[in-house]
């Protein structure tokens, strides 16, 4: 299921299968955009005007990017010595930034507001970030039609200092706030960061039980993700992986409802792919590097795309699907699925699918429908697979979802044939196998 989201992209992960286990996860995209977007680097920053707010953005930014090198006195020199909390929430977000390889901070405005006859200024600021990237998109507003950098909102209060020196005294909530733009998981909670060579997990503190095995399983995900990144152009500078509590995972970016859900990938402003785990469901051993590997999937093969237009229709979500979890479970063959018993019960129905192509998954879809979904979907990526080569399916791969050229054209283009002849054979394949 895709669907449009203005801010940032869900991809949603269930469990499956008729033991109530988590099964390989699934993860949807809402909404994506190009991750190798360029902008001026915050070195070359200069100061809006020669103002009072303009000499507090020029405070503020100076501490960003001290924090950014890595100079933990000059980030927290924003921070008053005689607030406690504010210094707190500073300090977390140091750790948190600097764990998850932060590689651009700055803090933005639109109409700065005046500053008081006290000294002090109150305002909403926005603050863009990049992880892990050699460059990173421009504030949005003031760039409209470009992409934008990630970016949280929260309200500053600073006051005067000294001269051209200010404090933050107060943080609170933006009046301007989207929900998914102010609860980060390292803005809302103190988090834990471990790195491994391709991957960086994070947890509260207080919840890294299990954070090695986290760690374990993702690295081993990696390898995988990124050889299936070559074969579709998208290689990832590294992957980030958030570990949920229940109550987080109804917080973190916007917070997820769904009971049915164990997993998801979020793309905030088009830029970065972050993974959010659901730790109380997200299964052990291979099930949980099943979870892991579903959503670099999909991070590899959608990142970095602007899938807004799915909001209304997504003719290529048996194919996003499919492929994800075809390379959730590689090379192991799709007979390997927990969800097998979903897929024969609905091939042996009267319900049969006429085509590999199914259409969108509803959104209200039961768990049942959404394993056979899924299941079917692995199948048809998996027959294609075994007919033409992995190398020609993520050529295919790459002109539907990355180039959103059509199923037909696609595969006279890839395969030389039309795709309904192929379509007739995988149908034939999947009864079969099952």
Known sequence: MVVAAVVVAVGVAVAGGPSEKPAPARAVEHYSGPAGATTTPSAARTTRDNSPSGWVQEALNKGADALVKGDEAGWMALADPGKPQVRAYFRDLYTSLRGLGVSHLEFQTLIPKPVNREGTWEEDFYLLYCFSMSSCPGF?????????????????????????????????????????????????????????????????????????????????????????????????????????????????????????????????????????????????????????????????????????????ANPAMWLQEGVAEYIAYAPRPARSTTRLPEVRRALTGGDRPSSIVLGQLKDNASRNESSVYYGLSHFAVDCLAKKFGEKKLFAFVTEVLRKNDGVDDSSVKVFGTPFRPIDQACRTWIRQQV
């Open 140 to 312: 949005k507003y003031l760039n409209p039609g470009k992409p934008g950098a990630p970016m949280i909102t929260h309200a500053l209060t600073l006051k005067k200092a000294g001269p051209g020196d200010y404090r933050v005294v107060k943080v609170g909530r933006a009046k301007m706030a989207r929900e998914n733009w102010s609860s980060t998981p390292w803005q809302v909670s103190s988090l834990k960061v471990l790195k491994g060579k391709r991957v960086a997990v994070a947890a509260s503190v207080g919840n890294t039980r299990r954070s090695k095995e986290v760690l374990a399983a993702a690295e081993r995900a990696a390898v995988g993700a990124d050889r299936y990144a070559g074969l579709v152009g998208n290689p990832q500078t590294r992957y980030r992986v958030y570990m949920a509590t229940d109550k987080e995972w109804r917080t973190w970016f916007g917070g997820h409802s769904g009971d049915w859900a164990i997993g998801y990938t979020t793309f905030p402003q088009d830029v970065l792919s972050e993974i959010v785990l659901r730790m109380s469901r997200a299964g052990s051993g291979r099930s949980l590097e099943n979870l892991i590997r579903h959503e670099m999937g999909h991070a590899v093969t959608l990142g970095g795309l602007q899938l807004g237009y799915q909001s209304i």
